[in-house]
């Protein structure tokens, strides 16, 4: 449960809209205790955000607080202001490079908090995290960063992300997908993303970080009888270990679940490589497709 000053903070909303919101439209119910303090559930800081972004495109609340969340949903996967929206993502991008160029871990964990809260993840994803972190990395590549600075971004990404999987995980009642790379590949932001992305689609999901030896996630897959297995493949010192154990996870992993790969590191895996029951994954963009796919096939 949230107080209503951690969902002001979650949503983006300001307690009085939220307090004006209830009492006006009933959007939610939050419960009260003895001394009657709103305390929410996790679905209504995932309701109020959407509410707020669909306000943000026009939309009143009034005629909002009648919607459905399958009707509100479908609302918000209508075309918004593209051009506003990446002056948006852009801005929280920059204010998390700036916070690490100057060394201050608050305000990275406050700028992308807040791009969390005021943006949709699909949004996130694209347009905040990953033009981030190859900015990032160029930076380190070029002397402009040192590593205590590439680490005070990737703590604050796994820091927020993490919360933010708390709170999908809470509700979500979807099919199971186990997320996490093979021994070895200890790249984990983009395996988190995807883990990001799937979970606001209504999956629950199971990330276990990165370097698991392939045994093992095979048996998690059984044990916890996962719709999908989804592997990150960045870059490897030695490819025939790493494809080794992708084959591994294949002859293990029951029939029944799905086996996803992606990552850069995929693209330089031999066809002969990969084995026949992988679905390869070009970028994020195909991963979210191939996710709603999925929850349409299950629903």
């Known amino acids: ?3 209503i000053k951690a969902v002001s903070q979650a949503t983006g909303l300001s307690i009085e809209t939220l307090r004006a919101w209830e009492r006006r ?7 009260r205790d003895a001394n009657s303090r709103r305390s ?55 204010q998390i490079l700036n916070a690490a160029t100057h060394y201050k871990p608050d305000e990275c964990d406050q700028s ?40 005070l971004i990737t703590a604050a990404i796994r820091k927020q992300v993490a919360s933010v999987l ?5 509700i979500s009642t979807g099919p199971l997908m186990v997320l996490t790379t093979v021994s070895d590949e200890r790249h984990e932001l983009g395996i988190l993303m995807c883990a990001l992305i799937a979970a606001s689609r209504g999956l629950r999901c199971l990330y276990l970080g990165p370097d698991l030896p392939a045994a093992d996630i095979a048996l998690l897959g059984e044990k916890t009888n996962a719709a999908v297995v989804t592997l990150s493949f960045v870059m490897s010192e030695d490819n025939t270990h790493t494809t080794g154990q992708l084959a591994e996870v294949a ?3 029951p029939t029944s679940t799905e086996l996803w790969i992606g990552g850069a590191g995929v693209r330089q895996f031999a066809a002969s490589q990969v084995p026949a029951r992988c679905r390869a994954m070009t970028d994020l963009v195909e991963f979210e497709r191939q996710v709603e796919a999925l929850v349409a096939r299950r629903a």
Not at 166 to 170: A, L, Q
Request: proline share 5%; no cysteine.
């Open 166 to 170: 708390d709170t999908y995980n809470r």
């Open 251 to 253: 002859r293990m992993l």
């Open 25 to 31: 439209y009933g959007i939610v119910e939050p419960q």
């Open 112 to 151: 992308l908090s807040m791009a969390l809260a005021l943006l949709p993840i699909s949004e996130v994803v694209n347009e905040v995290l990953s033009p981030l972190m190859r900015e990032v990395g160029d930076r380190w590549h070029s002397g402009r960063f040192t590593i205590a600075q590439e680490r």
């Open 40 to 94: 929410y559930r996790p679905e209504d800081v995932i309701r109020l955000r959407k509410l707020r972004e669909a306000t943000e495109r026009g939309h009143p609340i009034s005629k909002l607080s009648r919607l459905s969340d399958e009707e509100l949903n479908r609302l918000l996967q209508e075309p918004g202001l593209k051009g506003a929206k990446a002056n948006a993502s852009q801005g929280f991008a920059d």
């Open 1 to 3: 449960m949230y107080s």
